[in-house]
């Protein structure tokens, strides 16, 4: 158990529609960066945040959107669904290594986001 | 660009036998360089990484990693493998996080690993 949770485990949604995954970071953890795994594509990058800031942006489609609350936790919304938005979706958390600003990320289970 | 190479995209091997996965990497500067494990249905659990110092490092449930500069590599090796050991295996660089520089990580597209009996 890595300590980061995921919600939903499973999303079933249909096309056009718009969906919310949550992402509670390790506890002290100050990062939490979302990633999508796809068969086509392989795991990607899509945006990280740091203490309620956005720090970097990956390939997210302007469809989605994401956000940190005080409370650290995050939510990744997608909106206007296409049938390839079908996914694995990973939120991971880390906390900087001290002087060398170095991450360690551990992952959370994952939503499985089905399209139809 | 950073980018991160996988070469073998599935790979059998008996139970008891020694383990040998391929990880070639494009960096500009010091990688930071990860693998990372994944059971069917499950998340991505950290086996091991390297950040600086000894080449030869040692991670979780027997497996290790021999970092080469010279090479670009990071190869996983564990020498006696487990039927439980099946999974799909990924590596990853990162980047060193200093201010609003990037801290995620780029990943390679796996291999997967069957064992036989």
């Known amino acids: 158990d890595s300590g980061v949770t995921q919600t939903p485990k499973h999303l079933i949604t249909a096309t056009g529609q718009r969906v919310t995954l949550r992402c509670s970071p390790r506890s002290g953890d100050l990062s939490v960066y979302w990633y999508q795994q796809s068969l086509d594509q392989g795991l990607q990058f899509l945006i990280h945040?740091?203490?309620?800031?956005?720090?970097a942006k990956g390939n997210i489609l302007e469809r989605f959107s994401a956000q940190q609350f005080p409370d650290l936790h995050s939510e990744l919304n997608l909106s206007s669904l296409e049938l390839g938005d079908s996914a694995l979706y990973f939120c991971?958390?880390?906390?900087?290594?001290?002087?060398?600003?170095?991450?360690?990320?551990?992952f959370g289970p994952g939503t499985r986001l089905t399209v139809l | 660009a950073q980018s991160v190479t996988q070469p073998d995209i599935h790979i059998t091997v008996s139970e008891g036998a020694s383990l040998e996965l391929r990880c070639n990497y494009s960096?500009?500067?010091?990688?930071?360089l990860f693998w990372y494990v994944q059971s069917p249905g499950q998340g991505l659990q950290l086996l091991l990484k390297?950040?600086?110092?000894?080449?030869l490092v040692q991670g979780i449930k027997g497996f290790e990693a021999e970092f080469k500069r010279s090479q670009s590599s990071f190869n996983l090796r564990k020498p006696s493998v487990h039927w439980s050991d099946a999974a799909e295996y990924f590596c990853a660089v990162g980047a060193a996080y200093y201010g609003g520089s990037q801290g995620n990580l780029i990943f390679g597209k796996g291999t997967k690993l069957s064992v036989k009996p």
């Open positions: 991971a958390s880390s906390g900087t290594n001290g002087a060398s600003g170095i991450d360690t990320q551990y």
């Open positions: 960096y500009g500067a010091t990688p930071y």
């Open positions: 390297y950040f600086s110092g000894d080449t």
């Open positions: 945040y740091y203490n309620g800031e956005e720090r």
